[in-house]
């Protein structure tokens, strides 16, 4: 089956400009997730959806930084007014069901690179 | 508290050698630990994951080796393949689903 799937794969921009990061989890997964993996580094927890209950935003960097999940389903991560330091991978993950031990997959990520 | 600190950065093996990579952590509330593997221009893959339960768990070439005690956990890559090449990361999770994760091993492996 489909897994996750991420657009743009590439985002080129202009610092100082908005952009817009999709998610399509793999169907039936309650839970999204979105991480950020700068050049050489880890991956940095932004945000987490389960269900219908409120996301847990305490990854998320700044106020510049906001996402939403629509129906349950796909996702969209928001940065405004781009800055350098916000270049990095952004990945987007799926789990089925509420055990955080279950297997979280990812998608291919989407490279944001702000001039 | 919610780092999770991973070794070496880089690692060079040869086919069929051993390659092993450590990864620390600090906060006691984390109760599952698993290994991504990243290939270049891909998201992490699973790879095996632990319960700090048990002190081993191996799947295939793959085993995790626990130490509670210590905070400690580390994969063993057996008889490591050039095909084994790869970033990987630990992570850890105590709930709310959230992975903190180390900073990434880059494993290559020379035929």
């Known amino acids: 089956g489909a897994g996750v799937s991420q657009s743009p794969s590439n985002k080129v921009t202009e610092k100082g400009k908005d952009v817009e990061l999709r998610c399509d989890p793999i169907?039936?997964?309650?839970?999204l997730y979105w991480y950020r993996q700068s050049l050489g580094q880890g991956l940095e927890f932004l945000i987490y959806?389960?269900?219908?209950?409120?996301?847990?935003k305490s990854g998320l960097p700044s106020d510049r930084f906001s996402a939403e999940r629509t129906g349950g389903s796909v996702s969209t991560l928001t940065i405004q007014r781009t800055q350098q330091e916000d270049s990095a991978v952004y990945l987007c993950?799926?789990?089925?069901?509420?055990?955080?031990?279950?297997?979280?997959?990812f998608g291919p990520g989407t490279r944001l690179t702000v001039l | 508290q919610q780092q999770v600190k991973q070794s070496p950065q880089s690692l060079i093996v040869q086919k069929g050698g051993i390659s092993i990579i450590n990864c620390a952590y600090e906060?006691?509330?984390?109760?599952?630990f698993p290994w991504y593997q990243q290939f270049p221009g891909k998201g992490p893959a699973l790879l095996i994951a632990?319960?700090?339960?048990?002190s081993e768990k191996k799947e295939g070439r793959f085993t995790i080796s626990f130490n509670k005690s210590a905070k400690q956990f580390s994969l063993h890559i057996m008889d490591s393949q050039p095909g084994d090449s790869a970033t990987y990361f630990c992570?850890?999770?105590?709930?709310?689903?959230?992975?903190?994760f180390g900073q990434g091993t880059e494993l290559s492996v020379k035929p």
């Open positions: 959806f389960q269900g219908n209950s409120a996301p847990d």
């Open positions: 993950a799926s789990l089925k069901g509420r055990e955080t031990y279950n297997e979280q997959f």
């Open positions: 169907s039936g997964h309650t839970a």
């Open positions: 632990i319960r700090p339960d048990v």
């Open positions: 906060n006691t509330a984390f109760d599952y």
């Open positions: 992570a850890a999770s105590g709930g709310g689903g959230k992975l903190i």
